[in-house]
């Protein structure tokens, strides 16, 4: 019985971990992302603060979320494709 309910355990916990590692597809860690665009400012000749700067950090989070619109889209036209086509063995 022990032997029984350590197998479901075990199978529980792996099952637990993969669905876990779907739920954070694609997420980078937002300081890692702000560190990067900071430095990509600052070393385009931007000083932290100027209107360079601002302007700089602007259009690197709307690239970045143009990027991940633009994935989305492509996620769900392929998901659309898939359902809408039927399969013929």
Same mark, same amino acid.
Do not use: W
């Given at each position: ?7 479901? %355990? ?6 637990? #971990?993969? #669905? %876990? ?28 603060? %100027? %209107? ?10 709307? &690239? ?10 492509? &996620? ?14």
């Amino acid at each position: 019985m022990r032997l029984k309910t350590a197998r479901f %355990s075990i199978a529980l916990m792996l099952a637990a #971990l993969t #669905l %876990s590692a779907c739920a954070s597809r694609n997420e980078a860690p937002v300081a890692t992302v702000t560190d990067d665009d900071d430095a990509f400012c600052r070393a385009g000749g931007a000083a932290a603060g %100027s %209107s360079d700067y601002v302007a700089c950090r602007k259009n690197r989070d709307v &690239q970045r979320n143009n990027e991940a619109s633009k994935a989305a889209r492509t &996620q769900r036209n392929l998901n659309e494709t898939m359902i809408n086509t039927p399969y013929k063995p």
